[in-house]
């Protein structure tokens, strides 16, 4: 069983518990019903913000051993996703029975849509093709494929060394909202001409954060595991 569904709303909610509540809540609910239904594993799609955030500046590179500290000053959805997936993993440890569980933790998600209803992730670059955002702030984050995302998820649910683990998805190196902007103007011609060319630093948001691109990960993804998954 695959449990992907979370609040990320693009603007902050009048009060935390509005995003806290139902990912923590939805999350057990269908821990609780994959248990009694007899499922055998569930992967849990939790996130780079119950990994990476709270922290004291830091030159080690983030990796799944990592977890954010939610009593750190957080935003509401980092800290919805922090104690959602703690809830599951002490769900496990002591009612989960005979239940699996494992957890993807994506940065950033990219890629083609399905549909005209965007996710707030999309939704910047749309701001940014459309000319949005005038300038761009000088943040960079992490980010991966939807189809990378989508991959590791299934290899969770299938591949038995998963069991018990938590596995960071991440494309390599992170990028800033600036390269972005650029890469979109290349890459799209006119359709985003009207992306922004300069950074401000006016609208600094964070420094650039280092994620350690997934050991878990990897480990799933061996010549051996390719030939399994697509047999």
């Known amino acids: ?40 594993r569930l992967v849990l799609t939790s996130s780079f913000a119950a990994v990476g955030y709270g922290h004291a500046p830091r030159d080690q590179p983030f990796s799944e051993s990592d977890w954010t500290d939610p009593n750190g000053r957080l935003g509401a959805y980092v800290k919805s996703k922090t104690l959602a997936e703690r809830a599951a993993w002490a769900f496990i440890a002591r009612d ?39 300038r761009c702030p000088r943040l960079s984050f992490g980010i991966v494929d939807v189809r990378d995302v989508a991959d590791l998820h299934l290899r969770a649910m299938i591949d038995p060394r998963a069991v018990g683990e938590r596995f960071l998805a991440a494309a390599g190196e992170s990028m800033s909202i600036q390269d972005m902007a650029l890469l979109l103007k290349q890459r799209m011609g006119d359709a ?24 878990r990960a990897s480990r799933l993804r061996t010549r051996e595991d390719q030939e399994n998954y697509q047999s």
């Open 192 to 215: 985003a001409a009207r992306a922004a060319n300069q950074g401000d630093a006016r609208l600094d948001g964070a420094a650039r954060v280092a994620i350690q691109p997934g050991p």
């Open 96 to 134: 989960g029975g005979a239940l699996e569980l494992a957890v993807v933790n994506p940065v950033v998600v990219f890629g083609p849509v399905l549909g005209p209803d965007f996710s707030t992730s999309v939704q910047l670059l749309r701001r940014l093709m459309n000319g949005g955002l005038p």
């Open 1 to 40: 069983m695959l449990h992907v569904a979370s609040p990320f709303p693009a603007g902050a909610p009048k009060h935390e518990d509005e995003l806290i509540v139902p990912a923590r809540d939805g999350a057990l609910r269908v821990l609780r019903a994959a248990r009694d239904a007899g499922v055998k």
